[in-house]
Nanobody, 124 residues
Framework: QVQLVESGGGLVQAGGSLRLSCAAT????????MGWFRQAPGQARAFVGG????????AYADSVKGRFTISRDNAKNTAYLQMNSLKTEDTAVYYC?????????????????WGQGTQVTVSS
């Protein structure tokens, strides 16, 4: 069982940066692939990026490549999403998710543990 708690959301101007954190409970965090998803008003939840259990492999949605970076600290049971050069279209509720897997997982339905979400609002 894994419980996830996101933090770090807020209001930022376009061009600014935010770092989201996802703190996980449990002693086997290092065995879980982690993912970040987001849901904008009126839209379906969408994949943002993912990271393998070891942190050695990552994957990103095309819309955030080169601007967002996913990392993890298995000693701290925490995953991160560093968001730079934020755009107004990045405004959404951001969720972290976990799945017991060996590799990066980009499919939403594969994830079986989810955080409560944190709001990110980018103003123009």
């Amino acid at each position: 069982q894994v419980q996830l708690v996101e933090s770090g959301g807020g209001l930022v101007q376009a061009g600014g940066s935010l770092r989201l954190s996802c703190a996980a409970t449990g002693r086997t965090f290092s065995r879980y692939a982690m993912g970040w998803f987001r849901q904008a008003p009126g839209q379906a939840r969408a994949f943002v990026g993912g990271i393998s259990p070891s942190g050695g492999n990552t994957a990103y949605a095309d819309s955030v490549k080169g601007r967002f970076t996913i990392s993890r600290d298995n000693a701290k049971n925490t995953a991160y999403l560093q968001m730079n050069s934020l755009k107004t279209e990045d405004t959404a509720v951001y969720y972290c998710a976990a799945v017991f897997a060996f590799a990066v997982t980009t499919t939403e339905r594969a994830y079986n543990y989810w955080g409560q979400g944190t709001q990110v609002t980018v103003s123009s």
